[in-house]
């Protein structure tokens, strides 16, 4: 077999790539609507946010069994029918009419969507050739990671335009494209009705998974270890995947291949696809709130200035695609760690005196380092996988970065809320009549501690020097991340001497 001529895998890659776009936007489009959506739905804050928490815990439960699905039922047909029930679960989302309808729905498109990307994935991997596959990831990468940046200016629009209603709406022309295109265009994949499914070893996962999102996402609220709530979903967690690894290494066909993680080249990969899915979501929650609370931006303002970050990173997923041919993907997977890094570090001395100009740059040279990592790596993961397991690869890595994302996010916005109250008590400290700079007569006409007025001058200040200080240590901690990651790229492979010993594209046809 050879790979897929002309019209046919054009048309194919557009649907992969209309159905990754779909998948990704839906990650982070609803989290700017929630506050209009509450007031519809009569929803209280705790209930409102069960509608991002239902869609992310079904996805991630869903995203392991992926593999398994397409490989026992086909890939064609599983594509096209998880493509056309997220389109109408979408659709039925925009319906809702209370919180117990949206939050169902929301479970609903968790299930379908969970399986997009990473079917996307296998789809273009099969299609293109190893010396064709740095150009495919570019083409699918931007999908994948201009989705969650794009969706929260392209949420903040619709809201403010229209209404919350089309944030979900707005699936349905993606949705229809996909599932029209997959019909007409792809080829149907080998089923092995052989397959027996591993009930216990995906309950057990499923169950370690479902009770770790649920825990990562309620923790900040809830006061992490200080909520029995917490702990418990945490002891749920540790249970369900001291299961399933007890029962995986103990039978004969476990319900993940384990296979996989032998290819150094694709451990790895999965080792830094955690690591882009903790740095991309964390700096992107960050990002937000900094824009609107503490410079003051309105929120499609802040909208526009964050999606200069993908306009850095289309730049450098139009490029890579070249670049791989001349230069190492570890070679380009550490220039962008550094890049992203050093972006990072400008942002430790932001202020709410920071100038737009300044956001844009810095935010169009982070994505740029993003986008030379992301290329690369969905490249070498891949590059010397055998054939038959990269279905079971691409749902492997896309959960990596599923959980990474969501560990990220907790962490730094755990750290944002405790190092504020930290710093706040610090600086609160200085705030007395005996503070000699309290006492000149420029500052004591501003703030003076005998009045009303200026006990609340002095209150806004420190907390808004709380909150900048924070923001600092929460960017100085993900770089640090970072760096600490980057000696790791000694262990990918070399993609040139894996593009010559390839005398055929035997790893990039249609089965």
């Not at 599932?179 to 995906?202: A, K, P, S, Y």
Request: aromatic share 10%.
């Amino acid at each position: 077999m050879s790979t897929v001529p002309g019209l046919r895998r054009n048309m194919v890659t557009i649907c992969a790539m209309t159905a990754t776009i779909m998948q990704a936007l839906d990650t982070t489009i609803a989290n700017v609507a929630l506050p209009y959506m509450q007031g519809t739905l009569s929803a209280s804050q705790d209930q409102i946010n069960w509608v991002l928490t239902s869609y992310i815990v079904a996805a991630a439960i869903m995203t392991a069994p992926v593999g398994w699905i397409a490989n026992r039922f086909g890939r064609k047909r599983t594509f096209i029918i998880c493509s056309a029930g997220f389109t109408f679960a979408s659709v039925l989302c925009g319906l809702a009419q209370d919180i117990n309808q949206m939050v169902l729905f929301r479970l609903l498109q968790g299930v379908f969507g969970a399986a997009l990307v990473p079917l996307s994935q296998a789809v273009m991997l099969d299609m293109y050739t190893l010396q064709e596959r740095a150009k495919a990831m570019s083409i699918w990468g931007m999908g994948v990671m201009m989705g969650p940046i794009m969706g929260p200016s392209l949420g903040a629009w619709l809201t403010e335009t229209y209404s919350w209603h089309w944030v979900f709406f707005v699936n349905l022309p993606f949705g229809f494209i996909t599932v029209l295109g997959l019909m007409v265009f792809m080829d149907e994949t080998r089923q092995d009705r052989n397959l027996r499914f591993d009930w216990f070893g995906f309950a057990a996962l499923a169950v370690g998974i479902g009770a770790l999102q649920v825990a990562l996402d309620r923790g900040e609220q809830l006061g992490w270890l200080e909520s029995n709530e917490i702990i418990a979903e945490f002891i749920v967690a540790i249970a369900g995947f001291y299961y399933f690894f007890a029962h995986s290494f103990t039978t004969d066909r476990p319900f993940i291949q384990f296979a996989l993680f032998k290819d150094r080249n694709f451990l790895t990969g999965c080792i830094f696809m955690t690591v882009m899915g903790l740095v991309l979501y964390s700096t992107m929650a960050l990002a937000s709130p900094y824009l609107q609370n503490v410079i003051g931006y309105p929120i499609i303002t802040a909208g526009v200035l964050l999606a200069s970050r993908g306009c850095g990173t289309f730049v450098a997923m139009m490029m890579v695609g070249r670049l791989m041919r001349y230069i190492e993907a570890r070679t380009l997977i550490v220039t962008g760690l550094t890049i992203t890094a050093a972006s990072l570090y400008n942002m430790t001395g932001w202020t709410d005196q920071t100038g737009a100009t300044e956001i844009v740059v810095i935010s169009i040279i982070q994505g740029f380092g993003f986008g030379l990592v992301f290329v690369p790596l969905s490249t070498v993961a891949f590059m010397t996988l055998p054939n038959h397991l990269r279905t079971d690869g691409t749902s492997m890595l896309t959960l990596m970065r599923n959980v990474a994302s969501s560990i990220g996010i907790s962490i730094v916005i755990a750290q944002l809320t405790e190092g504020g109250r930290r710093i706040y008590a610090i600086l609160s400290e200085h705030i007395n009549p005996f503070n000699q700079a309290l006492q000149m007569p420029d500052v004591h006409s501003l703030i003076n501690l005998s009045t009303d007025k200026g006990r609340a001058m002095a209150d806004v200040m420190v907390a808004l020097q709380a909150q900048i200080i924070a923001f600092s240590q929460d960017y100085q901690l993900v770089m640090i991340f970072i760096l600490c990651s980057i000696p790791l790229a000694i262990m990918i492979g070399s993609t040139k001497t894996a593009l010559r010993k390839q005398a055929a594209p035997d790893h990039a046809v249609m089965e």
